[in-house]
């Protein structure tokens, strides 16, 4: 296969894919919600969940070589397959404008202008967004290039507000460890889990995808999430802005600006690519340069509306759609390997029903009425027993008609 990837490049493509303030900001938005050692219990764990997903879902992209879409086709069927492709689109299209809008405004921060101006920040966006979207064009290479870009100045910058945090982490309440922390984690990275298939179909070997995604969860997700709880717990109520930018001089401050800028420009790059690839079987659009401008061009209009306000609630329900339905894939593809139970046409309405089964428990948890207490774990447990009845349905169905003929 052409364009294969060691275990090096894959991780190099990834990591550059997380680096980005939000996964910092969510180490800090746990420290200050749930205390220290709550936190990084809940990224630990959060993190060994999606290490299990992942590795499943690496064997299946080593294996079967296709785009997330396709894949998600043998599964739901090409009417199905749309509505995986919306799910991941509107996951995807609202990272992108997140990650956007953080974008602006942390550089309108860090260089002391006005940020409660609506036009200089739409002005913003709009540069920022269409700058993104050009350099997507050029497709993987582009993300690869900007990837080995951004990991050094990830060190350095990181690695420099790391160890001159001038407190030591303060004595905060002590907080049981909470499933929404956990759950936060979760949805977090979900959709990265989801949308393996399109990056690890590259992978020379199933060892180097194996490599590569223990890398990303055991490593990298961790490590910089809790130096984001580091840092707050340091910065005496401060944010993580307030962190980076302290009292360094303007010559630090524009370094940082210019870190955030092309670390969120790496991670808008592999929204947008995947974003691409998933508009496909939507649209069906065979230019993935049309494609990606459409996406970027959404993506863009979307970031000028602050959805950093409510970025919890938004997490939560972007992560219960993608994982539930992403669960039926994971959980029929390990059926398939284990009980050699092919998928065929008459799978795909059980599988859409198992879906649906797993989204009434997501949102059921997000609710109260939970059965782990973790939304996204509720709504992938939902969509995984799902899977397994209506295989038994099937299985008993099968049997009965036998039976019939006889």
Known sequence: MDNQRNWWQLSSIQIGGVICLPVIVIGQTLYQTYGFASSIAAILLGNAILLLLGLATTKMSCEKRKTTPLNATEYFGETGVTFFALTMCVSLVGWFAIQLNMMSLSVFDLLALDKNQALPGVLSNLMLGSLITVAALYGIKSINFLSNLSLPLLIITLGYAFFTVEDAPPSAPSVPLSFAGISMVIALAIAFVIDLPTYYRHAKTSKDGFISISIIFVLA??????????????????????????????????????????????????????????????????????????????????????????????????????????????????????????????????????????????????????????????????????????????????????????
């Open 221 to 406: 997700l961790p490590i910089l999430e809790i130096i984001g709880v580091y840092l707050a717990a340091g910065s005496s109520g401060g944010t993580i802005l307030d962190v980076l930018k302290r009292s360094n001089g303007n010559f630090w401050n524009l370094w940082v600006a210019l870190f955030l800028i092309l670390a969120g420009w790496t991670t808008n790059n592999i929204n947008l690519y995947s974003g691409a690839v998933c508009l496909e079987p939507l649209l069906k659009i065979k230019s993935e340069k049309l494609r990606t401008l459409l996406f970027g061009g959404v993506g863009t209009f979307l970031s000028c509306f602050n959805f950093l306000n409510h970025l919890i609630i938004v997490l939560d329900v972007m992560g219960i759609f993608v994982a539930s339905m992403g669960s039926v894939i994971i959980t029929r593809y390990l059926i398939e390997q284990v009980k050699k139970l092919p998928v065929t046409s008459n799978d795909y309405p059980c599988h859409f029903l198992a879906w649906m089964l797993g989204l009434a428990m997501g949102f059921s948890s997000l609710n109260g009425v939970s059965l782990t207490s973790i939304p996204v774990l509720d709504a992938t447990i939902g969509s995984s027993l799902g899977t397994f009845f209506v295989l038994i349905q099937r299985k008993y169905s099968e049997k009965a008609n036998i039976a019939k003929l006889r």
